[in-house]
């Protein structure tokens, strides 16, 4: 599937609204990323277009799909919001025939992060929290690590969104913690 093509299909899905313009700052963030950082470029564009298929599916019909499938059932205990990378993975695997298995994982991963992120995976992730559109204490600091270090802006990404969600109160995905851990390890810091 070529650019064209996979635009079209998320465009008919998100409407030419907020979503959509959301969706080509990512994808031409993802590509700056991948060319910066040696990922695949097709990969990240096709990670990228779809990585928010289902964002504006109804909340009951995440569930559903979520119910209905092998999703992670942890997902179902933590917020909504987190629910749409999952459900677009397997939609575009199953209706579309993308079956990269490093452009699902890219898709599916990038509300929550994992342990031992692919650079497709940190990419799309990255793109989706520092595209030009977004505007939040913290997000220059982390556009100017992306400059310099994927890895360092993933984390500082990771760092922000855990400490975003700490002083709310509000419950962590396991999945995030795991991937800063992992990221901090990596980086040679153990405690």
């Known amino acids: 599937m070529n650019r064209d093509q996979a635009l079209t299909i998320v465009k008919k899905q998100l409407g ?3 979503r959509y313009q959301h969706t080509l700052r990512v994808t031409e963030c993802a590509i700056k990323l991948a060319e910066k950082y040696g990922a695949d470029i097709e990969q990240t564009e096709l990670a990228a277009i779809f990585h928010d298929y289902a964002k504006l599916m109804p909340i009951d019909e995440l569930k559903r799909r979520i119910e209905l499938t092998n999703e992670d059932s942890r997902l179902l205990v933590y917020p ?33 992060g994992r342990a031992g992120m692919s650079l ?30 994927l890895d360092q802006a993933v984390l500082k990404a990771l760092s922000n969104t855990i400490l975003f969600l700490l002083k709310k109160n509000a419950s962590i995905f396991p999945d995030t913690f795991e991937a800063y851990n992992s990221l901090i390890i990596k980086g040679g810091k153990r405690f």
């Open 16 to 18: 030419e609204g907020p």
């Open 80 to 112: 909504p919001e987190l629910w749409h990378g999952p459900v677009a993975a397997r939609i575009i695997c199953e209706q579309f025939g993308i079956a990269n298995p490093d452009v699902i994982a890219a898709i599916r991963y990038h509300t929550t």
């Open 120 to 149: 497709l995976e940190k990419v799309i992730y990255l793109a989706d929290y520092i595209e030009p559109g977004r505007s939040f204490p913290g997000i220059e600091e982390t556009r100017e690590l992306a400059e310099i270090s």
